[in-house]
């Protein structure tokens, strides 16, 4: 199996009002986004150039919101990832702006941040 091209862990995944998993995981692997639980059930997956992306107004610098099988999806780093830590002197966190590029390299549809 090829190594994935973008995973983020301690990921809250909501939709709409409901969270779905504090701690849930991220992942592009093979052309295919895949939302996961902190137990590593999936939530839902999809072929990446069939998934939108986008920085939400309302998640301020931190989330991103992700349309996979026309289901919407607020995606939150949590604190316990160090990728979604802000590096000193750096405005926001990297974790959007990754998530963003991976799905844009990977075929999908992200939105420019």
Do not use: C
């Not at 995981?25 to 986004?33: A, K, N, T």
């Amino acid at each position: 199996m090829a190594e994935p091209e973008f995973t983020a862990t301690g990921v809250r995944i909501e939709h709409g009002l409901r969270s779905l998993t504090r701690a849930g995981q991220v992942q592009i692997r093979d052309g295919r986004l895949t939302l996961l639980t902190s137990y590593g059930s999936e939530i839902d997956s999809a072929p990446v150039h069939l998934v939108r992306a986008g920085k939400p107004w309302f998640a301020g610098r931190d989330g991103a919101l992700a349309t996979v099988n026309g289901t919407r999806y607020l995606l939150t780093p949590g604190e316990s990832d160090p990728a979604s830590a802000p590096s000193p002197g750096a405005s926001g966190r990297p974790w959007v702006r990754k998530f963003l590029d991976a799905v844009r390299t990977a075929g999908g549809r992200a939105a420019r941040t």
